[in-house]
């Protein structure tokens, strides 16, 4: 490897790094340390850097969030755009009665807006791994969001049933980018399990907000609104969001993912010459190494590249990607299913009227939103690891829909306010924790393929079990009576799952399993 060559004597053919701690990206300092094996002793110490990669300029901030205004703003654009995911998933849930006499459709018709969903799901699931290559973090969450506001902006003329459907597949498209993009990105910063769980969060206050609001506007006295009418909030919410994702991830461009991948690449080789035992990088790692990277593997070889960051064919061939993938389709599903059936199923069984219904409903979402923000905080500081708190929290959350479905057909509701509340606690930060769980025990060049696979599919969940929730409802008279014994089930599994992760892989926890 060549060694670092100072910024105004030569045109950067590989990686030349030149920073100062506050300094501008686009004001690199004039001086870089060589040592013969590319690594500058006093890089060690910073935070942040300017690099020329590929003949573009990057700018390389903090994973602390303490010492970066630009990551503040980034995390704070990440949450305002997950409550957008809440508002617009909870809204869905909430209009179902509505929808269903406004287009004179049945619950199997209603729930091919689910369909449409869980495929624009895939779409990004397949195409994860190209459009993090082509387009940076960057271009995937603007694309994400701008695809989504848009099919809001439709909906919100009350078109077509088709087209509304149609509109659920651009929403689909919008949460598979932003959820594989987000949630990579927020897991391999400082503070991850917190960080996650305020982000998972921030989707829980947004469902939280949805149904009461909905249910006000629509039912208020004088100038009630139309249920399409909604769509335009949230199409103006969208807007604003990809305004903020535009501005803070503008120096996510494709050519610094490159860098990243390749960096981690690099970084873990260093360290596992270093140190066999430890084989868990954590990105802080890669910023405290410059690298020099032959021409060779600038223009990236095909070995180096298998081993930097594998094709989503790659990833799929892992028997573990699989595992994780099917756990938060399983996870997604029950939970949304729940809480997006939940108002129908209070109406029709139960005979609740419609507000009470939707204040049930917001119970939920609200006990999931606590369990989000606050349990991430307990799963970092007084578990062990993140593999013992996921099982706490799945075994919690399949007590209490098991609870739910004992106490369901009862006329006590204060109980079952206090039921849903706090299963929603418990089934609160199971997303975020088994993201950050994937993180450590996954591979590097799993992190984006692999990592983006598995929130894609997970959500794909989101269409794909509320779908069979609505198939089993118009299938016959008892159909949506069984809807929490169906719930039950699928976390059933979820406990038999993790518990099989926790065994194979504690011992090796942290140091990348396979």
């Known amino acids: 490897m060549s060694s ?14 030149d920073f100062e701690p506050n300094e501008s990206p686009s004001e690199p300092s004039s001086s870089s340390t060589e040592t013969s094996l590319g690594i500058d002793p006093a890089f060690s110490k910073k935070e942040k850097f300017s690099i ?21 703003l980034q995390i704070l654009a990440s949450y305002t755009m997950f409550i957008l995911f809440g508002l617009a998933e909870q809204t869905m849930g909430t209009i179902i009665p509505v929808l269903q006499q406004d287009y ?37 969450v603007v694309l994400g969001s701008t695809v ?50 305020i982000l998972h969060g921030c989707y829980g206050i947004g469902c939280m907000i949805s149904p009461p609001l909905i249910t006000h506007l629509l039912e208020r006295k004088e100038n009630p609104w139309a249920w399409n009418h909604f769509y335009i909030v949230l199409s103006i919410i969208g807007g604003f969001c990809v305004s903020m994702l535009i501005l803070t991830f503008k120096y996510e461009t494709p050519k610094k993912y490159k860098f990243v991948a390749q960096m981690k690449h690099e970084s873990r080789k260093r360290c596992d010459a270093k140190n066999r035992d430890e084989e868990h990088i954590e990105l802080e790692s890669f910023k405290k190494l410059s690298v020099e990277i032959s021409d060779n593997e600038v223009n990236s070889s095909d070995s180096v590249q298998e081993e930097t960051s594998v094709t989503l064919l790659g990833a799929l061939k892992s028997r573990l990607v ?35 219904a939707s204040y049930m409903a917001t119970s939920f979402w609200f006990g999931l939103t606590v369990g989000r923000i606050v349990l991430g905080f307990v799963t970092a500081h007084y578990f062990k690891t993140e593999l013992l708190a996921n099982f706490v929290y799945i075994l919690g959350s399949f007590i209490g829909y098991l609870f739910f479905w004992i106490f369901a057909g ?30 450590k025990v996954l591979p590097p060049k799993y992190h984006t393929s692999g990592i983006g696979f598995v929130c894609a599919f997970g959500g794909g969940g989101a269409a794909g079990l509320p779908f069979l929730i609505g198939l089993i409802a118009e ?37 990348n399993a396979l």
């Open 4 to 17: 670092a060559k100072p910024v105004e004597s030569q045109r950067l053919s590989s990686i030349d790094i």
């Open 52 to 72: 020329i990669f590929d003949d573009e300029l990057i700018y390389v901030d903090s994973i602390n969030w303490r010492s970066s205004n630009l990551l503040k």
């Open 104 to 140: 004179k459709v049945n619950d199997l018709q209603i729930s091919l807006v689910f369909v449409f969903s869980v495929s624009g799901y895939f779409v990004m699931a397949l195409s994860n791994d190209f459009t993090h290559k082509a387009l940076g973090i960057r271009g995937v």
């Open 148 to 197: 989504m506001t848009f099919g809001y902006l439709i909906e919100s003329t009350r078109p077509p049933f088709l087209v509304f459907c149609v509109c659920y597949f651009m929403g689909g498209i919008g949460f598979g980018s932003l959820d594989a993009g987000l949630n990579g990105w927020v897991g391999s910063l400082h503070d991850s399990n917190q960080l996650l769980g």
């Open 322 to 356: 699989w595992i994780f993938a099917l756990i938060l389709f399983i996870y997604v599903g029950g939970e949304v299913s729940f809480g997006t059936w939940i108002i129908t199923y209070l109406i029709r069984v139960n005979k609740l009227p419609y507000k009470m």
């Open 410 to 439: 009862s006329k006590m509701t204060v109980l079952l306010f206090i039921t849903v509340f706090f299963t929603g606690l418990f089934v609160g930060p199971i997303f975020p924790t088994t993201i950050v769980t994937s993180i």
């Open 475 to 511: 299938s016959s008279d008892i159909g949506m009576k069984i809807m929490p014994l169906l719930i039950v089930l699928m976390f059933g599994v979820l406990v038999v799952l993790w518990a099989g992760i926790m065994k194979r892989y504690s011992a090796s926890y942290g140091r």
